[in-house]
């Protein structure tokens, strides 16, 4: 539905309030530039919503902003360039509303759901529901997930093995939904941050509370990095879970400061009954949820498997992965790499390497080493066995693969690699191998190699995790081969 104009109205005696702008027409372009910038230096110094009206009182465009004051006076500044759209808005402004958040995801949600209530002349991008992402929390299963979706009612096409026809997807039954939301990247940067305060799952498993071979089953890399509880491996209770799921869904729809004063008492009575595990939970997702905002990065972070050094070359982590994904064909966000190399020297001391990267960066933790058993000079039979030792749990459905699995070489490797997989049980999302010199990407299933510029991001990310683990292979065989010298002499 179409904004409804909503002009400033005088009170009882006819007066108009004392902030109303002067007719419209009255003013030269300048002078109303002029006094809008005053009004917008004016503003509280906190993050919120800025609704931009003509002489009607008719919203013509809804933004957020981290700080309104700097965001909203940056439109009126005489040397604004703003481009085409948005130039051309400015010959209509009048006036101008705020709405002060909490934080910066109160305004993103918040933002959202005016431009889909009001439909905004000048907010282009927003005209069709079908085309933007919603977060879907779904009810129904014994650990609740979290995902985003551009098909929030969850219709379906069924196979023939189901009885054909249109349904609605089992994940999608009473799940709760929150959008629809104006930018996917956006969107899955916040999931991700605040995956890192609820640590729930975004896994599309199947996970059975009380299931015994969950106690078997390995994690993947989000509870390494302590971004998930691993309810698969059953390192968490159905009700320890689901009372972070409530916390989070909690988050979504009330105010923070609401949220962590429930937090605080929730705390203070599970110290009171001397649940100190439970209570210190919450008092470490108390912090995080009060960070939030501090947009904190990995590389000036306290984690210290993240190894910072491993990132020459890589401007930014986020936008090579984005990029990689689009060269790949991806319809998900590549959250985590695995390198595999192999190291010789003519045929002595052969070792494999395995190294991790996560959302860009490498992680320290889930770097491996192999020496290898079966051959001595044979980088094929090699990159077969590093293969099957490293991904043979995978291959049985007792953990996750990584989504991109990056071998160094060429069209060989990658081949090699591709016949250790074809003897496991399940299949690698995406097995590519970076040949040297020519940086040619050879991606499975296809014919021609990928050629990319040598500023992409994607490729570079992609050198970066082929030359870690070469430096961690040749590391191993170095080590190796001094044993062995110290041994002989």
């Not at 085409?84 to 934080?103: A, P, S």
């Not at 905004?120 to 979290?146: A, H, M, S």
């Not at 020519?438 to 050629?451: K, T």
């Amino acid at each position: 539905m179409p904004d409804d104009p909503d002009p400033i109205k005088p009170d009882a005696d006819g007066i108009l309030p004392d902030d109303a702008p002067p007719p419209w027409g009255s003013e030269r372009h300048d002078e109303r530039m002029a006094r809008l910038l005053a009004r917008a230096r004016a503003l509280p110094k906190r993050p919120g919503v800025y609704l931009m009206k003509d002489h009607k009182g008719v919203v013509l465009y809804v933004g957020k902003a981290r700080n309104l004051p700097d965001r909203v006076a940056s439109y009126f500044v005489p040397s604004a360039d703003l481009g085409g759209q948005k130039q051309q808005m400015l010959d209509h402004v009048h006036t101008f509303e705020h709405l002060v958040c909490e934080g910066e995801w109160e305004a993103l949600l918040t933002e959202n759901r005016l431009i889909k209530d009001i439909h905004p002349r000048f907010n282009v991008r927003l005209t069709d529901d079908k085309t933007f992402p919603y977060l879907v929390i779904t009810t129904r299963e014994d650990f609740p997930r979290v995902f985003i979706t551009r098909n929030p009612q969850g219709i379906e096409e069924r196979s023939d093995r189901d009885g054909g026809g249109i349904g609605v997807a089992q994940e999608m039954r009473g799940a709760r939904v929150f959008g629809p939301f104006t930018n996917a990247g956006a969107l899955r940067e916040a999931l991700q941050i605040l995956q890192r305060v609820f640590k729930f799952r975004t896994c599309r498993l199947d996970i059975v509370a009380g299931d015994e071979k969950n106690k078997r089953f390995r994690p993947c890399l989000l509870y390494a990095i302590n971004q998930c509880t691993a309810p698969c491996a059953d390192k968490v209770s159905p009700g320890a879970y689901r009372e972070d799921i409530d916390r989070f869904t909690r988050f979504l729809g009330t105010k923070r400061s609401e949220m962590i004063r429930e937090m605080t008492e929730e705390m203070t009575r599970a110290a009171a009954d001397m649940a100190f595990e439970k209570a210190a939970a919450i008092r470490d997702q108390i912090k995080a949820i009060q960070k939030l905002d501090e947009r904190a990065d990995r590389a000036g972070g306290d984690d210290t498997d993240w190894q910072p050094e491993a990132e020459i070359g890589i401007i930014d982590p986020k936008k090579g992965l984005e990029s990689l994904r689009r060269t790949l064909g991806l319809a998900e966000p590549i959250r985590c790499i695995e390198g595999i190399d192999i190291a010789h020297l003519q045929g002595g001391e052969t070792v494999g390497s395995k190294v991790c990267f996560v959302d860009g960066r490498p992680l320290k933790s889930e770097y491996r080493r192999f020496k290898i058993k079966s051959v001595t000079n044979d980088d094929y039979s090699s990159i077969r066995e590093v293969v099957s030792r490293r991904y043979r749990e995978a291959g049985d459905g007792q953990e996750l693969y990584p989504e991109v699995i990056l071998i160094d070489g060429g069209l060989g490797q990658l081949h090699a690699g591709l016949e250790a997989f074809a003897q496991l049980n399940v299949r690698p999302p995406m097995v590519i191998s970076l040949a040297k010199k020519e940086e040619l990407i050879y991606v499975q299933q296809r014919a021609e190699p990928i050629r990319l510029g040598r500023e992409n991001l994607g490729l570079r990310l992609l050198q970066a995790v082929r030359d870690e683990a070469h430096r961690f292979a040749q590391h191993y065989h170095h080590v190796l081969r001094r044993k062995k010298q110290l041994d002989e002499d």
